[in-house]
C-alpha cells in the first residue's frame, strides 16, 4: 500500500518540486491551492 503525501500549495515550485520527488518514490499525491491562485497544470501534470 503506497504512502499517502497531501501538499498545500502544490501549484507553486517548491510544492510542484515535492509532488514530483514523492511521486517518483511512490507516493499517492493529493495537492491544495489557494482558490485566489491561477489553476497552472505545467507544474502539476505528472
Known amino acids: 500500500m503506497p504512502k499517502t503525501a497531501l501538499i498545500t500549495g502544490i501549484t507553486g515550485q517548491d510544492g510542484s ?6 511521486l ?3 507516493y499517492e499525491v493529493h495537492g491544495i491551492k489557494r ?12
Open 17 to 22: 518540486y515535492l509532488a514530483e520527488c514523492l
Open 24 to 26: 517518483e518514490k511512490g
Open 35 to 46: 482558490r485566489a491562485s491561477l489553476f497552472n497544470t505545467q507544474r502539476v501534470d505528472h
